[in-house]
């Protein structure tokens, strides 16, 4: 059984540590805020925050069976693939379905995105 998303009270964010490039192209840094995503059962939910460096470009086209709202909070980011639409600057949001597919990205000046990934049912 998936753990259960913890309780969090407002708290402060350091975003200085315990940034992780698990799994991420090179470039790319998650902080994971609160995480019961389970992809096999298809339940729970993910809140992360994305950092790209400056002049990060992702290899690839993402797609994935959950829901996805993407708030860019610093920075640019341009999704240079199927999408093909030029960078747009913080803030901005995005709301994806699941098996849309999307990217590759790039990020001139470098971003922070929070993200938050789901299943609905």
Known sequence: MPQ?????????IDMSGDWTRAGLPLGIERKILADDLDEA?????????????PGTVTPGIAV???WEDAFLLQGDLA??????????GAPAYACRAPGTPHGPFSSRQGCVILELQYYRK
């Open 64 to 66: 994935h069976d959950f």
């Open 79 to 88: 999704d240079v693939g199927g999408a093909g639409k030029p960078a747009v």
């Open 41 to 53: 059962r298809k339940t729970g939910a993910r809140t992360q925050l994305i950092r790209f460096a």
């Open 4 to 12: 259960q998303r913890p309780q969090i009270d407002l708290t402060a």
